[in-house]
């Protein structure tokens, strides 16, 4: 163990002495194997001891979170019951006037006055696998709803309609009129006929569903988060470490998500000198993964922002971690391309290229990778490393903006088997993966890789047939 | 930087360039030891993959970039894939839910504001002045960039439409804006 030169002597001379140890780094070298290896049981002691050296507040949060044996299997998200098979029949139900043979569901939404915003995340609702399902299993049925309460103000009802008329099958551009004058009641402070943001409108209709509807389902508390359809689809839970920089102490919160919006990585934009100022120029190189690294790196928190250590008993600088402790069944992620400069007390956007992949794998993201990074990527028992299928997603929907921060253009992009589709207010066309890969996102919507399959494989132009025969096939479909 | 030949150094020197050796060597250890430790237990991301759609994205953006490629159909004049043709405000008519009368869908929200009392000319304190949109932007609490994600809206808006925007339809059929 003294140095290199004697650990290969010492191999040679003695029998059985082929493992030696790294003090420095605490890591096991085999000389056999002429090669660093690694042991679940020897990392388990490194790790027991670092924690030893800490405040013994820590213990019990970071034993929790380390030296419990990640068998501990992610519970299965318990999936939206997706009752395909009868949704499948609700299809075939439908108006037969199908002219062609595009996928169902498939129709454009009149602007009814600057409600681009609006009509832009409907269509990546309208086919959110799991969201999709449920309202064409028209599990949110209004007749209860109704009866529920007098309250005639119902975004799930009014969700119910949209579904219902654009799977039914005709082709002539919708206008979502009741939508937009429900959205207004229900979100007072953004109804006017002006400027609207897509992620605000977002949000609060997920709101809005919660609501009315999160009320009724969660008299089941045993449920384990709220059950409405809004937070069953897009709810996932952040992870929060907080580590007090003077003892090392850390206080670990969550918090329920339905999206994650993320800020550009400005470091990745190069300073030109121009006429004397400094200018950011676009390099081209921002990518999505690398905002979500931004959003799991450890920060450091200002001077100003000092938060209380129960170690410590006072206030002290402190270094800030997120990480992802569940992810949902739809991932919303949202770009954040406003830009505030306090210098010049005026907001611009960032209009510049980020690169979004079509497959995305969120394990590097998730709380026991960050977790686990923080200590040295030590492992415990090699079967929690198994790759776990669901935090692979696909992608189904980006939603671009192109213009400025206050007059600009809002449209869809969305993938139907394996085929993209531009989705500009009431007009549909095809489009080549290529123009979106290159198109300036704002919302980019994921769904786990499960469902997209599933998805797809099930909803693939079908003969629609007669209700009370489904299985005469009708001809004029390709 | 060159290694000072040994023979020619003083023992002083020899020892610290020794020292500088080994710290040196130490830090590429660190390094690489790390690094094995993430290869060796398949704690790496997966970099084919990752590459394959960075490459696949450059690509793209230089074929869209390209004027020679028709791309991407812009303009609202075009011809939809079911084969329809729309103008730029949508002409459907159909009833007000508020008040009964038939609206043409693309003006339906700028009536449903002065039917419904609502938006900036029945609010007393919406000015168009430049500060008051500043005031906006900047209401609500400052949100650190890793900050768990919070309902705070007002700070990351990017707006459609203008403030006195009116759909208009130029007798070159080119709509303007949204």
């Known amino acids: ?478 | 930087m060159s290694v000072p030949n040994e023979d020619n150094m003083s023992p002083h020197m020899q020892l610290s360039s020794h020292f500088f050796g080994d710290l040196l060597d130490s830090i590429i250890v660190d390094v690489a030891s790390e690094c094995h430790r993430v290869a060796r237990l398949g704690l790496d991301r997966n970099l084919e993959e990752e590459e394959e759609e960075l490459r696949l994205s450059a690509q793209a953006r230089v074929t869209v970039a390209d004027p020679s490629n028709s791309g991407d159909t812009t303009g609202k004049y075009v011809v939809d894939i079911f084969g329809q043709t729309h103008p730029c405000v949508a002409n459907e008519v159909f009833d007000c839910m508020n008040c009964g009368r038939p609206i043409v869908a693309g003006r339906f929200a700028p009536h449903l504001e002065k039917c419904m009392g609502k938006g900036r000319k029945a609010r007393a304190k919406a000015t168009r002045s430049s500060t008051a949109t500043q005031n906006r932007y900047s209401r609500g609490s400052p949100v650190s960039a890793n900050s768990p994600h919070s309902n705070s809206t007002s700070t990351n808006r990017l707006l459609n439409g203008t403030y006195s925007h009116t759909v208009e339809e130029y007798s070159n059929g080119t709509c303007e804006g949204p």
């Open chain 1, 1 to 478: 163990m003294s140095c290199s030169d004697h650990t290969l002597l010492h191999t040679q001379s003695e029998n059985g002495h082929d493992i030696a140890v790294d003090i420095e780094r605490s890591e096991l070298y085999c000389c056999l194997c002429s090669d660093q290896v690694y042991d679940p049981d020897f990392d388990k002691v490194v790790v027991s001891k670092n924690i030893m050296d800490m405040p013994s507040k820590t213990h019990d949060s970071v034993v929790d979170d380390l030296m419990r044996r990640s068998s501990k299997r992610r519970r299965l998200n318990p999936v939206v019951d997706l009752d395909l098979k009868r949704s499948k029949l609700l299809v075939s139900m439908m108006d037969r006037r199908a002219k062609s043979c595009y996928p169902l569901g498939l129709r454009g939404l009149n602007n009814l006055g600057s409600t681009c915003f609006m009509n832009s995340v409907l269509q990546a609702l309208l086919h959110a696998p799991p969201f999709r399902n449920y309202f064409l299993s028209e599990r949110h049925d209004p007749e209860t709803c109704k009866k529920r309460s007098s309250d005639q103000l119902c975004l799930a009802c009014d969700f119910g309609v949209i579904f219902s008329a654009v799977y039914s099958g005709d082709r002539t551009p919708y206008s979502p009129a009741q939508f937009l004058y429900s959205w207004w009641q229900h979100s007072a402070n953004l109804a006017s006929y002006e400027q609207q943001d897509a992620h605000e409108f977002f949000i609060s209709v997920l709101d809005g569903i919660h609501e009315r509807e999160g009320k009724e389902r969660n008299s089941n508390k045993d449920n384990g988060g709220c059950q409405c359809i809004a937070h069953r689809v897009f709810s996932g839970m952040l992870r929060s470490d907080v580590t007090c920089t003077t003892c090392g102490f850390t206080s670990t919160t969550y918090d329920p998500c339905v999206d994650i919006s993320l800020n550009m990585d400005t470091t990745n934009f190069s300073s030109v000198n121009v006429a004397n100022k400094s200018v950011r120029e676009d390099t081209g190189r921002s990518t999505l993964l690398a905002c979500l690294d931004l959003f799991t790196r450890p920060e450091r928190l200002g001077s100003d922002q000092k938060l209380y250590c129960q170690n410590c008993q006072e206030k002290r600088d402190s270094m800030k971690q997120m990480s992802i402790k569940r992810l949902p069944l739809v991932l919303s992620l949202h770009i954040k391309r406003f830009e505030h400069s306090s210098l010049r007390r005026s907001s611009r956007k960032i209009d510049w290229y980020l690169q979004f992949p079509f497959s995305l794998d969120m394990t590097p993201y998730l709380s026991p990778s960050i977790v686990r990074n923080r200590f040295g990527n030590r492992v415990f028992g090699f079967e929690s490393d198994k790759p776990d299928i669901s935090s692979e997603f696909e992608i189904f929907a980006v939603v671009t903006h192109s213009g400025m921060l206050d007059s600009g253009h809002y449209v869809t992009y969305l993938r139907l088997q394996n085929q993209w589709y531009k989705c500009d207010d009431a007009w549909i066309t095809e489009v080549d993966e290529r123009i979106v890969r290159a198109a300036q996102c704002y919302m980019i919507f994921y769904v786990q890789k499960m469902l997209y399959c599933k998805a797809n494989e099930d909803w693939s132009c079908m003969p629609i047939s007669t209700r009370r025969d489904p299985f005469v096939p009708i001809a004029g479909c390709c």
